[in-house]
T-cell receptor
């Protein structure tokens, strides 16, 4: 069974540009999460999808970030326009059930560098 | 505000000895706690968990202890092996929640 995949693995863009990150969850997982780790600090929750619906986007930093999940399958996270403080590693995770006790499987992350 | 804290950014231990990683939390609503392990260029992978109704959970070489009154948990690895060298994240959530709150991680280095 394939794990969570993320694309690209690394992206370097200039301040003001747009970047779109993609996540493909494990097949059959209704729950999809985005997290971010900045500068070696804690991994922070960004948002949570159940199928194609946003359940919670309380962790989204601001309206420069837009997440979508088309048809309840893969998800994209767009940053427009990117700022220097957006640099970090963006992780996607997926799980079958609903609840923190249900194991979340993480992808390898996308390292975003904004210069 | 950071609700889960790992105050030791790094830990170096000799192979065969015990590794003890500590984690503190502030949110009294948390009732489920997890440890994740992360290798470079990979995502975190689940290691072990414990619910608030227990004070200890063991899985092979890994044991997690929970002290609810102190809002403190620890992960013991015995004996430590070179393959245990990684970043360990403490995470917490509530049973009726879904998002995980993570600490900043502790980098463990096991010396041969």
């Amino acid at each position: 069974e394939a794990g969570v995949t993320q694309f690209p693995s690394h992206s370097v863009i200039e301040k003001g540009q747009t970047v779109t990150l993609r996540c493909d969850p494990i097949s059959g997982h209704d729950n999809l999460y985005w997290y971010r780790r900045v500068m070696g600090k804690e991994i922070k929750f960004l948002l949570h999808f159940v199928k194609e619906s946003k359940q919670d986007e309380s962790g989204m930093p601001n309206n420069r970030f837009l997440a979508e999940r088309t048809g309840g399958t893969y998800s994209t996270l767009k940053v427009q326009p990117a700022e220097l403080e957006d640099s970090g590693v963006y992780f996607c995770a997926s799980s079958q059930g609903l609840g923190g006790w249900d194991e979340q499987y993480f992808g390898p992350g996308t390292r975003l560098t904004v210069t | 505000d950071q609700q889960v804290k790992q105050n030791s950014p790094s830990l170096s231990v000799q192979e065969g000895r015990i590794s003890i990683l500590n984690c503190d939390y502030t949110n009294s609503m948390f009732d489920y706690f997890l440890w994740y392990k992360k290798y470079p260029a990979e995502g975190p992978t689940f290691l072990i968990s414990i619910s608030s109704i227990k004070d200890k959970n063991e899985d092979g070489r890994f044991t997690v202890f929970l002290n609810k009154s102190a809002k403190h948990l620890s992960l013991h690895i015995v004996p430590s092996q070179p393959g245990d060298s990684a970043v360990y994240f403490c995470a917490a959530t509530a049973i009726n929640d879904y998002k995980l709150s993570f600490g900043a991680g502790t980098t463990v280095t096991v010396r041969a």
